[in-house]
């Protein structure tokens, strides 16, 4: 007899759940569906509403057996989770009650080699989330050393990114760098890690994996999706893996979250009224058997708040100093 397949648990999946508080009747956007953990637990409380989003068409039909199950409670989008608010306007959902985001790269993307996400797995150099657009191979090909070094020290924090950046340039004149395997063997003659340290390559492909998929950029505009299609008392939770994301979320929520502005030294200036309460005023983090279980689950951070009935902020804010895919790739 064939075993069950195992369900996927995404990380903090319990406490994001809990977070949003599902009720019954309510409209949730699972807004990186990935395996569908989120979705399934949502749907546990009796006549939610859920809609699905993600870019990877692999997503997408890995989800049809929930959808079926859920018997017409589940829609599943193929999208940009930035693009939410049409999604849900497209679907008859133009308020809802809760959003939960899971950012950045899937245990199942990193463990397929042909998608080219890891190092640890021999593959072509790709790390396109869509299948859509430039690959990590093309960036490497065509990015000039000052972007690559940009690039590489913005996207993945790594000191050594000009090194890095010069090693790539200096590779490629002998002939394209088109396998994971080929440029983890590059970066790791240029940066030494130290004994149980990480692999000298993870900044780097972590760097062009964001950069790739536009993940930051994609993940400023989903928040401000999300403040807009959000009821009054509707919740969003966001799990991200690493400092740069966290940030965006500390900072989205804590701007959107004040009461006031000025202090002794300075007048009170008028501002609008917050537009979120928070709920976690330090982010949830994994438990040690989380952690054990799962060793990705370890960078986890969860940060969730309650719309309030003030209008969505619209602060007006531009888009950080960062490289741009499409100006790097047409040499810009």
Not at 133 to 144: I, K, N, Q
Not at 200 to 209: E, S, Y
Not at 219 to 243: D, N, T, W
Request: proline share 6%; aromatic share 4%; glycine share 8%.
């Amino acid at each position: 007899m064939t075993a069950p397949p195992v369900r996927h648990v995404p990380v903090l999946g319990r406490e994001a759940v809990a977070m949003l508080a599902p009720r019954a009747g309510g409209v949730y956007v699972d807004a990186t569906f990935g395996a569908g953990g989120y979705s399934r637990a949502i749907l546990a409380t009796a006549e939610t509403r859920v809609i699905g989003i993600d870019r990877d068409p692999t997503a997408i039909a890995g989800g049809s057996g929930l959808v079926e199950e859920s018997g017409g409670r589940l829609t599943l989008v193929e999208d940009r989770f930035s693009h939410l608010a049409a999604v849900c306007a497209a679907q008859d959902a133009a308020a809802v009650d809760g959003v939960v985001m899971d950012v950045g790269v899937s245990s199942m993307q990193l463990d397929e080699a042909d998608r080219g996400f890891s190092f640890r797995l021999d593959g072509p150099l790709d790390m396109r989330m869509s299948g859509q657009g430039p690959t990590a191979a093309d960036v490497v090909a065509r990015a000039s050393e000052a972007d690559l070094a940009d690039i590489i020290y913005i996207f993945g924090e790594e000191r050594r990114s000009r090194a890095v950046a010069r090693a790539i340039v200096m590779a490629r004149r002998h002939g394209p760098i088109a396998t994971t395997r080929a440029l983890a063997d590059i970066v790791s003659k240029v940066v030494r890690a130290k004994p149980h340290e990480i692999h000298p390559a993870t900044r780097t492909f972590q760097a062009l994996r964001i950069f790739v998929n536009e993940e930051l950029d994609e993940l400023i505009a989903a928040l401000a999706a999300a403040e807009r299609v959000l009821k009054p008392g509707g919740r969003l939770a966001v799990v991200s893996f690493h400092s740069l994301e966290d940030r965006i979320v500390k900072n989205f929520l804590a701007w959107r979250g004040k009461t006031g502005g000025g202090s002794r030294h300075r007048p009170e200036i008028e501002r609008a009224p917050p537009s979120f309460a928070i709920l976690t005023k330090r982010p949830l983090t994994p438990c040690d058997d989380e952690i054990r279980a799962n060793p990705r689950a370890r960078s986890a951070r969860l940060r969730a708040a309650e719309r309030t009935d003030a209008a969505a902020i619209d602060d007006g804010a531009e888009r950080p100093a960062w490289p741009s895919l499409a100006n790097v790739m047409r040499g810009g």
